[in-house]
């Protein structure tokens, strides 16, 4: 059983950076992919960026790419996700996905099978 748990959420000014924690505290990561979701106030969840364990390989949506980053700490088995020039519209819950397995990284929530509770992060303009 995977249990995710986020930390990292929290205000932030337009421009800022800010670092989200994924760790799972039950199974290991390994042949995992993980992925990181948002919502906004009003908004369906929305894909921002995945990482596959087994070769690291990472994805991004066009919103976040050159500005967010996924990456990993084997020792600690947890993801991050690294926020940069962040946006007033990167306002949102953000939630850590993990689903087993699987040849690609999958941008769709419903292919994700264990989910965190989700940190929300509130970028002020």
């Known amino acids: 059983q995977v249990q995710l748990v986020e930390s990292g959420g929290g205000l932030v000014q337009a421009g800022g950076s800010l670092r989200l924690s994924c760790v799972s505290s039950?199974?290991?990561?390994?042949?995992?992919?993980i992925a990181w979701f948002r919502q906004a106030p009003g908004k369906e969840r929305e894909f921002v960026g995945a990482?596959?364990?087994?070769?690291?390989?990472?994805d991004y949506a066009a919103s976040v790419k050159g500005r967010f980053t996924i990456s990993r700490d084997n020792a600690k088995n947890t993801v991050y996700l690294q926020m940069n020039s962040l946006k007033a519209e990167d306002t949102a819950v953000y939630y850590c996905?993990?689903?087993?397995?699987?040849?690609?990284?999958?941008?769709?929530?419903?292919?994700?099978?264990?989910w965190g509770q989700g940190t929300q992060v509130t970028v002020s303009s």
């Open positions: 996905a993990a689903r087993r397995g699987g040849l690609t990284i999958y941008f769709a929530e419903s292919t994700y099978e264990y």
């Open positions: 039950g199974r290991a990561f390994s042949n995992y992919v």
């Open positions: 990482l596959k364990w087994s070769d690291s390989r990472t």
